[in-house]
């Protein structure tokens, strides 16, 4: 299961103002990408849905096909995916375990910031990677991204497609160091909806009976 697919690898907000290195990148991706990236920090929130679909090195095994939704605003997010929910207010992390009824509580943790998550996708261009511009059609330019520390990584390379009118991102492939593959693909994207801040809270209440466990350091 996806379980928190390294979920809390949480997580680099969507609009915040890390800086690329310049000498990393060629310089078509790092017009495309500063582009992007400016159009990004732009949004007050974002809600989107998405498709994961997670290949294992055996290719001959069925991959692992998973829809879910996504509400973003700041450093905060409600995440849906089978059977759990994520929520985060920027502080502290709820996961809803739907079959267990029951909810896990941690503190954020900031050393999370910077993996392949449905939040991370947006921005996680923008700091410690190198890129390189590797093809477009009329409608999409693909460039390529590298960690500049491999070794902090489970994967070796992200293959990021973006929209070149929307300058959007479409799709963000990870290419494991085991052999597998991570593909996530944007359905639908939306920027500027109104989100209230109770989408960010898990409320006990709506869910008689569930179990709490708080993971939390008191």
């Known amino acids: 299961m996806i379980r928190k697919l390294e979920l809390l690898f949480f997580f680099a907000s969507a609009f915040s103002a890390a800086a690329q290195t310049n000498d990393l990148q060629d310089s078509k991706s790092k017009?495309?990408?500063?582009?992007?990236?400016?159009?990004?920090?732009?949004?007050?929130?974002?809600?989107?849905?998405?498709?994961?679909?997670?290949?294992?090195?055996?290719?001959?095994k069925k991959p692992d096909t998973q829809?879910?939704?996504?509400?973003?605003?700041?450093?905060?997010y409600k995440l849906t995916?089978?059977?759990?929910?994520?929520?985060?207010?920027?502080?502290?992390?709820?996961?809803?375990?739907k079959d267990n009824n029951e909810v896990q509580i941690n503190d954020v943790d900031p050393s999370s910031n910077d993996g392949l998550?449905?939040?991370?996708?947006?921005?996680?261009y923008e700091k410690g990677y190198k890129?390189?511009?590797?093809?477009?059609?009329?409608?999409?330019?693909?460039?390529?991204?590298?960690?500049?520390?491999?070794?902090?990584?489970k994967f070796h390379t992200l293959r990021l497609v973006?929209?070149?009118?929307?300058?959007?991102?479409?799709?963000c492939t990870a290419s494991m160091k085991d052999?597998?593959?991570?593909?996530?693909?944007?359905?639908?994207?939306?920027?500027?909806?109104?989100?209230?801040?109770d989408q960010f809270l898990f409320d006990p209440k709506a869910?008689?009976?569930?179990?709490?466990?708080?993971?939390r350091d008191h």
């Open 117 to 124: 998550s449905p939040t991370t996708i947006f921005t996680i």
């Open 31 to 60: 017009v495309i990408l500063d582009e992007l990236s400016s159009k990004t920090k732009a949004y007050t929130t974002i809600k989107a849905e998405f498709t994961v679909v997670m290949q294992s090195k055996d290719k001959d």
């Open 67 to 76: 829809k879910g939704a996504l509400q973003l605003k700041g450093n905060k």
């Open 207 to 215: 869910h008689p009976g569930v179990e709490i466990v708080d993971l």
């Open 131 to 153: 890129s390189k511009f590797t093809g477009e059609t009329a409608a999409t330019e693909t460039i390529d991204l590298f960690p500049v520390n491999p070794e902090k990584k």
């Open 179 to 197: 052999g597998g593959t991570v593909n996530y693909v944007l359905n639908s994207f939306t920027p500027n909806s109104p989100i209230t801040e």
């Open 81 to 97: 995916i089978k059977g759990q929910e994520i929520i985060s207010d920027g502080k502290t992390t709820w996961t809803f375990l």
């Open 162 to 171: 973006i929209d070149k009118a929307k300058k959007q991102i479409i799709s």
